[in-house]
């Protein structure tokens, strides 16, 4: 069983930056990957970014790629995401999840390769 835990959501005005932040507890996370996705009331749970077990390989959805960045540090347990240059819509609730199988160097894409979410972390981006 795996827990995580967002953090660092928050009301920013676009163009601005905030970072996000994910705790994992109860297995040794550095052999999995990682990955964020973000909701919105009414449309299904979109992919941003993943990243593999060493934190050599990332992907990232089209609609973030150069404003985003993944990371994670194995000697914390933690993923991070860093957003930059945030518009509005990029507003939604942002989760983390884990998968509960091994993908060697590679990682998922899609939600329903996932096992494991937090809670969420609302972001919200003003005009």
């Known amino acids: 069983q795996v827990h995580l835990v967002e953090s660092g959501g928050g009301l920013v005005q676009a163009g601005g930056s905030l970072r996000l932040s994910c705790a994992a507890s109860?297995?040794?996370?550095?052999?999995?990957?990682f990955g964020w996705f973000r909701q919105v009331p009414g449309k299904e749970r979109e992919f941003v970014a993943a990243?593999?077990?060493?934190?050599?390989?990332?992907y990232y959805a089209e609609s973030v790629k150069g404003r985003f960045t993944i990371s994670r540090d194995n000697t914390k347990n933690t993923v991070n995401l860093q957003m930059n240059s945030l518009k509005p819509e990029d507003t939604a609730v942002y989760y983390c999840?884990?998968?509960?199988?091994?993908?060697?160097?590679?990682?998922?894409?899609?939600?329903?390769?996932?096992?494991?979410w937090g809670q969420g972390t609302q972001v919200t981006v003003s005009s």
């Open positions: 990243i593999s077990w060493s934190g050599g390989s990332t």
């Open positions: 999840a884990a998968p509960s199988s091994d993908y060697g160097m590679g990682y998922p894409i899609k939600a329903a390769e996932y096992d494991y």
């Open positions: 109860g297995r040794s996370s550095s052999s999995y990957p």
